[in-house]
């Protein structure tokens, strides 16, 4: 074996190459300790679980809904090409290259921006304490699908008489003439009429009070489903680690394509679908003089795709070193935006049967809110012999989604937490994932009584999305590709991939993205107008200041973090900044092989000495840290 003097005849950067270097075994410690995908389609099949979820299904069709169908498409689809994709893509290869996920990673690319972390890491937080709550709503559902058998509780408001259903209720498809309904005899038009399926929702699976200030009891049925969800992410694959969990994210990635192909085929031949989907796909142009539209279509491409909020950064992480990413981002992408309009499809389509059977437009015909799934595809069910196999089948796919999502966002949050602090949180990960869940579970019960889906579009807008999400992956994409530099990274990708990227990327990256981000953040505060639940509910301007307050509670960790660092690092000013803006990158025991390679262009036989003296050098330091 060679000694350090030979090594350092053989090429002058080999004796601080050495210094450097770590042995093939070491890099297999390091994967034991922190896990890895069991193969690459693994990664890939996570990434679609995580991207394709509830933001697919429910979320997308919802506010393409609410933003007047083709208006929205125009921000989404610019956002798509010049922020989404290469974010995606940039924020999945940072994971996989120092192989580490969450709040350490951009403090490892310029130390002052050390806050976006944090800022993700609340984010995360957030979205997983109102995300599970659309989980709980189709946890109801499910278990009321067996409560009527052989028919289903809101197939007619007969079966609400007396408790969920009131005088406006209506079903066109009952056999009773509108003129002989009950909204006729009590002085209601019939566009002012709510079906079965509007009423359920409201009165009976949200008993929905009157404000943001009436918040009522929490509802213990609700309740219940919270519980049973959260168990389900901590049991189901959270506690066994999410790179273990590859055979179950296959099934959940592939089997909702199933159950929306079934549901499409029925709602495209129903009356009136296609006046639901020339809603869609037509363009009011007076609505892009609005803000909502924009921030709502460039950050739904955002949370869609999970940018922004550390879970592909986490996600990243576990690859092996010479994944190609590049690949998989663009497909993965690709796959997340057709499921977005592929389910978009069976909602509007489903929408243009509803304005049919009321004869009202396709905008007119039930309240834009979080809750637009939960009228549409009820709906479409009662249309499809048995109804009961078809509702079951609908929620069960719904289960999945947002399990998975869940399962993906909270490994998110623990790996971000525990990759910051290993040495006292990875020997206890299973209690801390598990005090974790409580927590949130009880954060989450504000959104489970009467006013409770007031409180959740809050979150839905203030905590995870809108202007909070655009300002962390604006200062995420600042200190990766403007303080780091993205042409260094753009070494580092070709470490891993083998080849050299586009040019598209690194102008979207360093150009186009931020000055999109900025453009929409801006235009928003401009245009401002306050949100609204449906058409008729305008939040209060207290309920405003929570929302900011929620923003903010994410926000003000980059200037917070950065003043810190300013004033407790020793040295001037100057010296203190360019420490801030110096990377302090501790890359995974592959990318400093490779590093080694192209640096020091050694050949096999050098790396092969160097990977010997660091060989010898494990009996004079301390073996890297590793959990039972």
Not at 565 to 589: N, Q, S, Y
Request: net charge negative.
């Amino acid at each position: 074996m060679g000694t350090a003097t030979e090594n350092e005849a053989l090429n002058p950067t080999i004796s601080t190459t050495v210094e450097r270097t770590v042995s093939a075994k070491e890099r297999e410690e390091e994967e034991n300790t922190r896990g890895t995908w069991n193969s690459q389609w693994d990664f890939a099949m996570s990434c679609v679980a995580y991207a394709i979820g509830l933001g697919n299904v429910w979320r997308f069709p919802y506010l393409c809904f609410k933003n007047g169908g083709g208006a929205f498409l125009i921000p989404y689809f610019f956002s798509m090409f010049v922020c989404g994709i290469p974010l995606f893509f940039l924020e999945v290869s940072v994971g996989q290259y120092l192989g580490v996920g969450g709040m350490s990673v951009v403090g490892q690319l310029a130390p002052i921006l050390k806050g976006v972390g944090y800022s993700a890491m609340m984010m995360v937080f957030l979205e997983n304490v109102y995300y599970i709550i659309v989980v709980t709503w189709t946890l109801f559902y499910l278990f009321n699908t067996f409560t009527d058998l052989p028919s289903l509780p809101w197939s007619d408001c007969y079966k609400g008489n007396g408790s969920w259903a009131n005088d406006k209720c209506w079903s066109p498809d009952s056999g009773i003439p509108f003129n002989q309904s009950t909204p006729f005899q009590k002085g209601f038009i019939e566009s002012e009429s709510e079906t079965a399926v509007e009423q359920f929702w409201n009165n009976e699976a949200l008993n929905i009070s009157g404000g943001l200030d009436q918040p009522g009891m929490v509802q213990w049925d609700l309740f219940a489903c919270l519980v049973f969800a959260w168990v389900v992410a901590d049991l189901g694959v959270i506690w066994k680690g999410l790179h273990n969990s590859g055979k179950i994210l296959w099934f959940s990635a592939i089997f909702p394509y199933v159950v929306l192909a079934i549901l499409c085929v029925k709602a495209l031949t129903l009356d009136g679908a296609m006046n639901g989907l020339s809603f869609l796909f037509t363009p009011q142009w007076e609505r892009l003089l609005e803000a909502q539209v924009w921030i709502d279509g460039g950050t739904q491409i955002f949370f869609s795709y999970g940018v922004g909020i550390g879970a592909l950064l986490a996600l990243g992480s576990y690859n092996k070193f010479h994944h190609n990413c590049h690949r998989d981002a663009i497909i993965v992408c690709c796959i997340n935006t057709f499921t977005s309009f592929f389910s978009a499809t069976v909602i509007f389509s489903i929408l243009g049967y509803m304005a049919h059977q009321k004869g009202v437009e396709v905008g007119d015909v039930v309240k834009s809110g979080p809750g637009l799934a939960f009228l549409v595809y009820p709906e479409v069910v009662l249309t499809i012999a048995p109804s009961p196999l078809w509702a079951c089948l609908f929620f069960v796919m719904l289960l999945t989604l947002g399990i998975d999502s869940q399962f993906c966002g909270v490994e998110a949050l623990m790996t971000g937490l525990v990759d910051n602090w290993p040495e006292v949180l990875r020997p206890h990960r299973k209690k801390f994932t598990l005090c974790m869940t409580i927590f949130m579970c009880l954060l989450g019960l504000p959104m489970i009584t009467r006013g409770g889906v007031f409180v959740f579009q809050l979150m839905d807008f203030y905590a995870a999305s809108g202007m909070s999400l655009l300002w962390c992956v604006f200062f995420q994409t600042i200190a990766i590709c403007w303080v780091f530099g993205a042409k260094k990274f753009y070494g580092c990708i070709e470490q891993m991939i083998g080849y050299r990227v586009n040019m598209y990327w690194y102008v979207c990256w360093v150009f186009l993205s931020p000055a999109f981000m900025v453009f929409v953040f801006c235009f928003y505060f401009i245009k401002y107008t306050p949100i609204r639940y449906g058409n008729d509910y305008e939040y209060p301007v207290w309920g405003e200041a929570l929302g900011f307050m929620i923003s903010l509670s994410s926000m003000l960790w980059v200037p917070g973090y950065a003043i810190y660092f300013m004033v407790t690092t020793p040295g001037t000013w100057r010296e203190v900044l360019k420490i801030g803006t110096t990377a302090v990158i501790k890359p995974r025991a592959d990318a400093i092989i490779a590093e080694a390679r192209v640096n020091a262009k050694l050949s096999d036989v050098e790396l092969s000495l160097v990977e010997n003296k660091a060989k010898d050098n494990e009996e004079e330091q301390p073996p890297p840290y590793s959990s039972s």
